[in-house]
């Protein structure tokens, strides 16, 4: 069993960067893939992207590619979720999920752990 916990959200500009963290406090991402979900106030929750188990392959949805980067480090037992070029849309909760190694990480349904959610705010 994996335990989330995200950290670093906050209020930022527009264009401004934020970086996410998400550790595993209890368990490691070793047979996992981990992906980032976001929901605005009012909205359905949407995924953000995902990295693979073996922390090679990644996955992003249309909206954050090319300004969101996913990468981990093992050695802090932690998946991050880099945010540039932030735009006032990108304003969500941000969480943080687990996905056994070897199910299809698009299978949302999927996702076993969860984190408890971290806010992003983008406002000038």
């Known amino acids: 069993q994996v335990r989330l916990v995200e950290s670093g959200g906050g209020l930022v500009q527009p264009g401004d960067s934020l970086r996410l963290s998400c550790a595993a406090s209890?368990?490691?991402?070793?047979?996992?893939?981990v992906g980032w979900f976001r929901q605005a106030p009012g909205q359905d929750r949407h995924w953000v992207a995902t990295?693979?188990?073996?922390?090679?392959?990644?996955y992003y949805a249309d909206s954050v590619k090319g300004r969101f980067t996913i990468s981990r480090d093992n050695a802090k037992n932690t998946v991050y979720l880099h945010m540039n070029n932030l735009k006032p849309e990108d304003t969500a909760v941000y969480y943080c999920?687990?996905?056994?190694?070897?199910?299809?990480?698009?299978?949302?349904?999927?996702?076993?752990?969860w984190g408890q959610g971290t806010q992003v705010t983008v406002s000038s």
């Open positions: 209890r368990g490691t991402f070793n047979n996992y893939a």
């Open positions: 990295l693979g188990w073996s922390g090679v392959n990644t």
């Open positions: 999920a687990a996905i056994p190694k070897g199910t299809y990480y698009g299978d949302y349904e999927k996702y076993d752990y």
